[in-house]
């Protein structure tokens, strides 16, 4: 490949790296702890379809409420976050824990072709593994409502609403993946930040709009077409233009990026302190 162009080589890097990462985040052995909780709201999901009470199932124009409340207080706030947390932390720590690491750092790939590499793997595992459970968690909030609620669901709205929810997912796994990708080069146990990041999401709705700007999920949330009730306590705040949610969103995640490639370039791997 001697007389093939850098940037080709770079692509080709990629390439390989993000598959194999796809490989072994959706069908290795590690991935069943993603399946078991991405399985977590379908499973929920059906119980509700085979033991919904008669007396609900007759109201379909409630699903929609209810999805959303699902969504805001479970999937967005549960599932997305803990399934990227599972996927970007061990991008890096998982391979010293595994012992495997210095391989890949002996390889000759510069360092943030690597990070990107890894990061676009995860990126590509968590939309994979989070939009479908989505889509499917949506169609069986609708489902015990019968043929009524399915005419809602697939109406122009009722589309409309799914594509908003899978943007934010995806929008999601791009800014969750990048901070915890950094957490998984800077911290030896990433998932203390990750339970501190999670109280600080959650507390979000309680927040000063100055701290509420700090949290991802206040940019998340203001692609949702269905608004839910934060309770009593929560503080209200302007809501942010979409223009002005995808710049933060994209700003921060490719920030973070970057500073896991300046973290990775002195990557050093003791596996007898690890």
Known sequence: ?????????????????????VLRNLLSRRSLPLLLLVGMPLALMLLRVL???????????????EFAEVFHFFLLRFIVFFANAVIFVRLFRGEILERSLHY????????????????????????????????????????????????????????????????????????????????GLFFKNPMVPAVLFLGWETLTPFLPPLLKSLSFVHYLVSFSPVPVSLGAFALLARPVSWWVA????????????FFATRVAR?????YSVD
Request: net charge positive; charged share 10%; hydrophobic share 55%.
């Open 266 to 270: 002195r990557l050093e791997v003791t």
């Open 1 to 21: 490949m001697s007389g093939t162009p850098e940037n080709t080589i770079r692509r080709i890097q990629i390439w390989t790296i993000a598959r194999n990462e």
């Open 104 to 183: 890949t750092l002996l390889a000759p790939i510069r360092r943030e072709v690597l990070v990107l590499a890894k990061y676009l793997g995860g990126v590509t595992s968590a939309i994979l593994l989070l939009v479908p459970t989505t889509a499917l968690t949506y169609f069986l909030v609708f489902l015990p409502h019968g043929r009524a609620g399915l005419d809602l669901m697939f109406s122009g709205t009722g589309l409309a609403n799914l594509l908003s929810y899978l943007f934010i997912v995806v929008l999601a796994c791009f800014a969750y993946g990048a901070l915890f990708m950094m957490a």
């Open 51 to 65: 033991f919904m009470p008669d007396s609900l199932r007759a109201n379909a124009s409630r699903a929609t409420t």
């Open 246 to 257: 995808i710049l933060a969103l994209c700003l921060s995640s490719a920030l973070l990026v």
